[in-house]
């Protein structure tokens, strides 16, 4: 009911939480009541784009995530292609599988000298008690700035399961691996070309992927972003 009371609501990169079916009826008189019906409505990726056309919007844009916005082809040119001496790395404690998570730290281990493990969620660290824990891996506290700390100092790569921990190196031109543990991930990796690499395929594609050279190439949405914005100035 207190979401009944909010009313010309502007979404900005919002997403689907889940996959699913369809939209509920409730969950569409929900937003009939809330949103605007005339601004343009921002989404983060083109499976959200459909649900709220399903659920009767007509009025809604794929922006991408506001945090890809920044990932020009002129600023991707300026992430390495090539893999680093150590990784910042890390591993999610609402999405929990220790062996694939333990894949995922054996391959580091063996591919960087170096894991900086960046304990983003209130219970990474309970979390990573439970998994096999290489000798060369320190762990970094919970704090953005401790985090950026290590992205500033250079010499690393992000692998990962924060799907924005792995967009915010990017944004410090960092050569990012983002491995996907929901649609988040899986679907801003289609939509926009993030470096995304499904959980279920890091036997056959993490290693791989960390030893060769690519080249980062986010394909941001550049005119529907402006679309989105000027009518704010209009």
């Known amino acids: 009911r207190e979401k009944m009371n909010f009313s010309n609501v502007i979404l900005l990169g919002v997403g689907w939480g889940e996959y699913q079916e369809k939209c509920t009826d409730y969950s569409r008189m929900i937003y009939r009541t809330m949103l605007n019906s005339s601004l343009l409505h921002s989404v983060r990726d083109q499976y959200t784009l459909e649900k709220l056309q399903q659920a009767g919007f007509k009025n809604v844009i794929n922006t991408g995530c506001p945090t890809t916005w920044a990932l020009t082809p002129e600023f991707c040119q300026a992430i390495p292609t090539k893999k680093s001496k150590d990784v910042v790395a890390t591993i ?127 394909q941001i949405k550049k005119e529907n972003i402006e679309c989105f914005k000027a009518q704010f100035r209009r």
């Open 92 to 218: 999610t404690d609402y999405r929990r599988d220790a062996e694939k998570d333990n894949e995922m730290l054996a391959i580091l281990s063996k591919s960087y000298e170096h894991i900086y493990l960046w304990l983003q969620g209130e219970h990474d660290e309970e979390y990573l008690q439970a998994l096999n824990v290489p000798e060369n891996l320190t762990t970094v506290p919970a704090s953005l700035e401790a985090y950026e700390e290590i992205l500033k100092k250079g010499g690393v790569d992000y692998v990962g399961t924060r799907l924005h921990a792995g967009i915010h190196a990017l944004n410090h031109k960092i050569r990012s691996v983002i491995i996907a543990v929901d649609n988040r991930a899986t679907e801003m990796g289609r939509d926009v070309n993030l470096p995304v690499i499904q959980r279920n395929d890091i036997t056959e594609k993490l290693e791989k992927k960390i030893n060769s050279e690519f080249v980062t190439d986010i």
